[in-house]
């Protein structure tokens, strides 16, 4: 298998876990859609197989795939991420055990171990991932597993896996951490010491929300038989189908990440420039805050500001009634805010209104009712203030405006 740690990432995305079909040359994984499989007299497997539930070629060649991308040695797949977070729960924890989970868990994660092991005398405290204090003051002599989702979901909490290892270690506890977010393109955590990694393979890694499925993979010969087991005893296993779009998947997982990546950068880059705007440090603006209305030809986005605190900065520079609009220029990084108002004969809302003899300044063609945008511009056309226009006009001339 190529499985080799020297090789690239993406190498061992599209070629971990299997060989070319010696008789056919296939560089692809088959779908092995057999529930049995032929035996050479009693006991006599090939390869290994006899029961589609105990094992499939398609499926062990995910596992193996998967071990690889951790650094890992065993992986064991399932049916969906919450079917592997239960196998994992049951081979760990017994009666009477303990384990501590994030103040912010992913919601299914947190009602299985609230709703269903609670009742079989498992108890467990929160912590949150950022704080490894926290983490070690939630251990208790019982406690047996450190469960951490970092990034979390959907909070996106970041914990230190090195430095909650070295906690959970020092307790005597296994860590487990769910590495469904970041992937394994960004973060390997077997690396860092954790004990387990586990991943919903329904987001990243299947990445065309088209199957659901789930993986755990480990270093322990022996966690791994005691998974193994239950994988094939509970059989909450994936079919061979859904096994072959998780692998078609994760041969693009680089690719899509990087991208998912690029994105997350530019997002950030502009909510910066967003918290920039209007003289405020701090405007509070998350991506979720700003409504798209439309793409210019130019790729100019330009978005109607909702958020109550850039809503409270644009009266703060603007004035009190103002109708702010934001322009993203994504090809030169650039934000600029815009005021919409309305053309008028004679101005009696100065934070709205702009009368006809100025707009015509900027445009000739300007005619009453028409809605004028007032945007910040380096090169702008009007001239400076003179003595004693201090009025709320004055401070409006060096923007340029431009007629809807």
């Known amino acids: ?38 035996q050479d007299g009693v006991g006599g497997l090939r390869d290994g197989f006899e029961y589609a539930r105990t094992g499939n070629p398609t499926r062990r060649a995910l596992e193996a795939n998967m ?4 650094g890992g ?16 729960l049951r081979a760990t924890l017994r009666p009477g055990d303990h384990l501590v989970i994030p103040n912010d868990a992913y919601g299914g994660t947190f009602r ?11 108890t467990y405290s929160v912590a949150a991932v950022n704080d490894v204090d926290a983490v070690r003051a939630a251990i208790t002599p019982q406690t047996k597993l450190v469960w951490v989702e970092t990034p979390t979901n959907p909070l996106l909490n970041i914990g230190d896996i090195e430095a909650i290892a070295a906690v959970a270690h020092d307790a ?31 987001k990243y890694l299947g990445g065309h929300s088209d199957v659901v499925g789930g993986i755990l993979v480990t270093d322990s010969a022996e966690l791994d038989e005691a998974i193994a ?27 899509r990440m990087d991208r998912h990546s690029d994105n997350a950068e530019a997002v950030d880059k502009i909510a910066g420039m967003v918290e920039r705007a209007g003289d405020y440090t701090r405007l509070g603006l998350a991506p979720q805050t700003i409504v798209a209305k439309r793409e210019l030809a130019d790729n100019i986005v330009e978005f109607s500001v909702h958020s109550p605190l850039i809503a409270k900065a644009a009266r703060a520079r603007y004035g009190s009634e103002t109708d702010v609009h934001a322009e ?3 090809k030169k990084g650039e934000l600029r805010l815009s005021r919409h108002m309305l053309v008028v004969e004679q101005v009696e809302n100065p ?13 000739p063609g300007a005619q009453c009712r028409n809605r004028a945008r007032w945007r910040h511009s380096s090169d702008a056309n009007w001239p400076a203030a003179g003595p004693g226009s201090d009025s709320p006009r004055s401070k409006y001339r060096q923007y340029e405006i431009y007629l809807h």
């Open 1 to 38: 298998m190529s499985d080799d740690p020297n090789q690239g990432f993406s190498t061992r995305a599209i070629h971990a876990g299997y060989e070319p079909d010696p008789l056919t040359g296939a560089v692809n994984v088959p779908i092995y859609a057999s529930s049995t499989f032929a």
């Open 67 to 70: 071990a690889a991308l951790e």
């Open 73 to 88: 040695r065993y992986g064991r797949a399932f049916s969906s991420g919450m079917a592997a977070t239960d196998a994992l």
């Open 112 to 122: 299985l171990i609230d709703k269903v092991f609670s009742q079989w005398g498992i």
């Open 172 to 202: 005597g506890t296994k860590l487990v951490v769910d590495n469904t977010f970041a992937s394994s393109y960004l973060q390997q955590p077997l690396a860092l010491g954790a004990d387990v990694v586990l991943h919903s393979t329904t």
């Open 229 to 255: 087991f239950l994988q094939n005893g509970a059989g909450a296993v994936p079919g061979p189908f859904d096994v072959y779009l998780t692998l078609r998947g994760i041969k693009t997982l680089a690719v």
């Open 328 to 330: 993203i220029d994504p």
């Open 351 to 363: 934070a709205n209104q702009i009368s006809l003899k100025d707009a015509q300044r900027a445009n």
